[in-house]
């Protein structure tokens, strides 16, 4: 669905406003950490192996800087990884410590790329949402991406009814991104959809993304990544606007 790549792409045009960013690269794959140039392990896994890990690095853009914090994305290991860290208080609090001196250094956004369908029951999640919370203590917004298939949009509603009645979530829903959409009949159509689906989403922006061949399965570095510029239109809406009306991005 490309979530990765909206998140560094979301990431870099904020940057590149003069933003202060934090991505969080709480996926398996670890792509955002790829990307990034990060090739050592994770916050979790170093911590549980003990290990000195060059898990943060600043990301340099056209005009700015952001921070990549690679906090999983070693792959499977992670479950092994945190059933240690709950049999280990003192493992538990040392991320918490490490992750709460990261993101109290000031940044006006801090990203999350999580993994797909991810949820607050998850142990990792609870994690960064307990240091966040105790070291934040700000709203956050949810931007959903889904791919132009009948089926992911509808499990993605599926996914946001799921969320908002968890009483442990106390994020609110603000974007959908539908992504890869391939053709202009389909974008077409998409065109005529995205607001039914945002009213029942109670999101304000949506965005419309064309399927773009160079982008697809790219495993390259930031300065050849190609620029969304509905991803830029997204990032100057944040930043300028109150979110009180609906609006499609194309």
């Known amino acids: 669905m490309g979530k990765s790549t909206i998140a560094i792409s979301l990431s870099r ?18 792509f955002s950490s790829l990307i990034a140039g990060i090739r050592e392990q994770g916050l979790i896994s170093s911590t549980v192996d003990g290990n000195d890990s060059n898990y943060l690095r600043e990301v340099h853009t056209g005009n700015g800087t952001f ?29 918490i410590e490490a992750y709460s001196s990261i993101i109290s250094r000031g940044y006006d956004f801090v990203i999350l790329d999580n993994r797909p369908l991810a949820n607050p029951q998850e142990e ?11 070291t ?15 089926f992911d949009i ?5 996914y946001h009814e799921w969320l ?22 389909r974008i077409e159509e998409m065109r005529s959809k995205i607001k039914d689906v945002m009213k029942r989403m109670s999101v304000r922006i949506g965005v419309l993304i064309p399927f773009i061949e160079e982008l697809f399965e790219y495993s390259g570095s930031l300065d050849g990544m190609p620029r969304l510029e509905q991803v ?3 990032a100057q809406r944040l930043l300028d606007s109150s979110l009180e009306d609906y609006i499609v991005i194309e």
């Open 232 to 234: 830029g239109k997204l």
């Open 67 to 95: 921070t990549v914090l690679k906090f999983c994305g070693d792959g499977p290991r992670l479950r092994r990884d945190l059933e240690v860290i709950r049999d280990n208080e003192f493992l538990r609090e040392e991320v």
């Open 13 to 30: 045009e904020l940057a590149d406003r003069g933003k202060r960013v934090l991505l969080v690269d709480m996926d398996l794959s670890g």
């Open 124 to 134: 990792e999640a609870g994690i960064e949402w307990e240091a966040f919370r105790d």
């Open 136 to 150: 934040k203590q700000e709203e956050s917004y949810r931007i959903y991406v889904t791919d132009a298939s009948e």
């Open 154 to 158: 509808e499990d993605t509603i599926r």
């Open 164 to 185: 908002d009645k968890d009483p442990r979530d106390n994020t609110f829903p603000l974007t959908l991104v539908i992504n890869m959409i391939p053709g202009k009949e």
